[in-house]
Antibody
């Protein structure tokens, strides 16, 4: 059974860099699938941040592209998120997720089929 | 950019009720529409993918329909554990994903 677990500091100072790790168990991140980060500000909806493929190619939300980086650590079976120059607007619960990209039978689509439990990050001034 | 709207934004229902939630896309997204459930304090959970395919392990009281711009999620008989917020998500613009604003289902 595939499981994902986020880890990282719960408090980051404004203007500094937020760094989170997603540890994956039950599946090798190098074998397939894509891997993504999604966040949820307090009382708000879900916001996709970015995705990395098993081969290391990345895609980011355009409005965050200048500040975000997602990378793989194949030796540890982890992927990570870095978000620079954070502000209070980056305060959120951050989720990592496995992204299915492809076809099941004749049905082709991309969606997040396994999620971590999330980790709360607050940005302090 | 593809925008998703959901209606209603919230609803109150009783156990056993049939509940329908609508998601509308700002342009044709074919069947690239998925539904998630988020219980309070928990991570989202995939319910329906590609508009109408039930994710493994999800109860059959959940169903999805639609294509193009209009989609629905139906819960045929609401159970206590179904009180949650439901989000639609489009992947037509993959690799960029967007979510709808959510529909909160609470107890009448």
């Amino acid at each position: 059974q595939v499981q994902l677990q986020e880890s990282g500091p719960g408090l980051v100072k404004a203007s500094e860099t937020l760094s989170l790790i997603c540890s994956v168990s039950g599946y090798s991140i190098s074998s397939g699938y894509y891997w993504g980060w999604i966040r949820q500000a307090p009382g708000e909806g879900l916001e996709w941040i970015g995705t990395i493929s098993y081969s290391g190619s990345t895609d980011y939300k355009p409005s965050l592209r200048s500040r975000v980086a997602i990378s793989l650590d194949r030796s540890k079976n982890q992927f990570s998120l870095r978000l620079t120059s954070v502000t209070a607007a980056d305060t959120a619960v951050y989720y990592c997720a496995r992204v299915f990209v492809g076809c099941t039978g004749s049905i082709c689509s991309d969606y997040m089929d396994v999620w971590g439990k999330g980790t709360a990050v607050a940005v302090s001034s | 950019d593809i925008q998703l709207t959901q209606s209603p934004s919230s609803l109150s229902a009783s156990v056993g009720d049939r509940v329908t939630i609508t998601c509308r896309a700002s342009q044709n997204i074919s069947s690239y529409l998925h539904w998630y459930q988020q219980r309070p304090g928990k991570a989202p959970r995939l319910l329906i993918y590609a508009a109408s395919s039930l994710q493994s392990g999800v109860p059959s009281r959940f169903s999805g329909s639609g294509s193009g711009t209009d989609f629905t999620l139906t819960i045929s008989s609401l159970q206590p554990e179904d009180f949650a917020t439901y989000y639609c998500q489009q992947s037509h613009s993959s690799p960029e994903f967007t979510f709808g604003p959510g529909t909160k289902v609470d107890i009448k």
